[in-house]
């Protein structure tokens, strides 16, 4: 094992440790939702709501300063040039605190149009006041997610991972706590409320919102404390040449994230067009879940290895050696995690607190969401490539390939099978542009040969052998046995891990075990 990769396995676990304990608290916060909200009308415009800042943040700023912001304070930190950092973040927080007033004042309209997209004609007048109230805390969230861009920006530029690896953490308590709050002053039961009932227990809904809320602002000031004393964050009027720099870099990341965000709206649209009641928190539930396995599985790794890209764009060999490493150290626990979770999303999705219609219908998606996670880290780590070395023109044309399969099969099939037709269509869009960003690293960037193809199919095999047996095992051993849904699936994981251990080691994979265990949390992360 390289230095190289000693140094990115050393991040990685510190990630990796953050990430899992964010992500299981994560999932503690998902549960709170669903065990207090489950699949009702008010959980459909909670969850629908609590989206729109994200929407809007990724839509107007987060996509592109996710895109843009990090090489260029790669740079300047590298260069130790505190002056020209200051201005480049107070520009940029000044102009997401405008996008924040804008936002926050567009509420009623913004609320109207969350409603009405559950349909045709006028938005029904509970629909529209829940949405409007649910809004008018959600939307100053947008400030917060700015200063967690840029603050997690500057610690990764510093080699510092761990701060905002965890404080996510602080996020998913708070709300925990709100909602555990909430479930405790009400005698009533809002799982099975109608939306009129659960908006007149009016306390209960500001309880849930401003909590919601809270634990963003939570973990932005936790962030905060990590640039404490050094200065960057002082405002100032200097302008610099990293801002025209930053312009630049920024434009094909608008091109990338308005492309995104439109897949975003119009699926979302779909979702509750032709969901029944609750579909579109299944949908949701699946799509956290998603989240949380990508997290602790594809994080750690894309966290660590896009600073070391950025650092080597200068160098052609060292940036495709920088690629393959990151290619490989993704796949490596990415492949296995995402079909095991197809395999398992039946007994996964039991083991939320939901009726059983409700976590059929979530292990439905869950599947599909699964089938994508593997090219949906894939796609994300050559994102960050193209973004490295400031190519505006690839990351436009491969999203653009990759969202339009992806919104093309959910108009056809949404209608014909609703929400397990959404989700399908985000695995074909995910497929068909890991295909596109595959062939960008072999043919435009030559930064994967042969070998790395070769290594890239045998792990696939390794992975899929794994899921069916896995998958037949759960279907025709464990489902009928006296464990309940989770002993199933940490039986199904521990079996599966085995499984698939036994393919790398006999394909010579003794190395790629050692990563993987390095990986996971308390494994040394180092060479």
Not at 139 to 161: N, S
Not at 178 to 204: N, Y
Not at 348 to 364: K, M, N
Request: proline fraction near 4%; include cysteine.
């Amino acid at each position: 094992m390289t230095s190289s990769e000693g140094r990115l396995l050393r991040s990685g676990a510190i990630v990796g440790a953050g990430v899992v304990a964010s992500r299981l608290t994560g999932l503690l916060r998902t549960l709170a939702v669903t065990a207090v909200l489950g699949t009702s009308a008010f959980a459909d415009s909670y969850n629908f709501a609590n989206n729109v800042p994200n929407i809007l943040y990724e839509l107007v700023a987060g996509g592109v300063l996710s895109a843009a912001l990090l090489p260029v304070v790669v740079d300047l930190v590298r260069r130790d040039d505190v002056d020209a950092l200051r201005a480049v973040l107070t520009r940029t927080l000044g102009a997401i605190a405008a996008l924040t007033v804008v936002a926050v004042l567009a509420a009623p309209l913004l609320g109207a149009l969350v409603a009405g997209l559950g349909g045709g004609g006028a938005p029904p007048p509970d629909q529209r006041e829940a949405a409007t109230l649910l809004l008018r805390w959600f939307l100053p969230q947008i400030a917060f997610y700015g200063i967690m861009t840029v603050v997690t920006a500057t610690l990764h530029a510093r080699g510092r991972f761990g701060l905002a690896a965890f404080a996510p953490m602080a996020n998913n308590l708070v709300t925990i706590v709100a909602f555990v709050g909430a479930s405790i002053t009400t005698t009533s039961d809002l799982t099975t409320l109608e939306l009129r009932a659960t908006l007149d227990e009016r306390w209960v809904v500001t309880v849930v919102a401003a909590g919601t809320t809270l634990g963003v602002v939570v973990n932005a000031g936790l962030l905060l404390l990590g640039l404490r004393g050094s200065g960057v964050l002082r405002p100032t009027r200097r302008s610099t040449p990293s801002l025209s720099r930053l312009r630049r870099a920024a434009v094909g990341a608008v091109g990338v994230v308005a492309v995104t965000q439109l897949s975003v709206v119009v699926t979302a649209a779909l979702a509750k067009r032709y969901g029944g009641l609750g579909d579109y928190s299944a949908y949701t539930y699946a799509n956290l879940l998603f989240f949380v396995v990508y997290g602790v599985v594809a994080v750690s790794i894309s966290t660590a290895v896009a600073p070391e890209l950025s650092r080597a764009a200068g160098d052609d060999e060292a940036f495709r050696a920088e690629v393959r490493r990151g290619v490989r150290l993704l796949l490596l626990p990415v492949l296995p995690a995402a079909l095991g979770l197809a395999a398992l999303a039946g007994p996964v999705a039991d083991s939320l607190p939901l009726r059983a219609d409700a976590a059929a219908r979530t292990a439905e998606v869950l599947v599909w969401f699964a089938l994508g996670l593997a090219p949906y880290a894939f796609v994300q780590l050559v994102l960050r490539a193209c973004w490295a070395l400031e190519d505006r023109r690839t990351p436009v044309v491969l999203v653009a390939v990759q969202q339009g399969a992806l919104v093309l099969p959910a108009l056809v099939l949404s209608p014909l099978v609703g929400i397990r037709g959404l989700a399908a269509s985000f695995a074909i869009g995910y497929a068909i542009g890991a295909v596109v960003a595959l062939r960008h690293l072999v043919v435009d960037r030559r930064a994967l040969g042969r070998a790395d193809l070769t290594g890239i199919g045998q792990l696939l095999v390794a992975a899929a052998t794994m899921a069916i047996l896995v998958g037949l095992l759960d279907r025709f051993v464990l489902a009928g046995s006296f464990l309940g849904a989770e002993a199933r699936v940490v039986v199904g994981a521990v079996v599966g891990a085995t499984i698939y251990a036994a393919a790398l080691v006999a394909r010579g994979g003794g190395e790629d075990l050692r990563i993987i265990r390095n990986l996971l949390p308390g494994g040394r992360g180092r060479p």
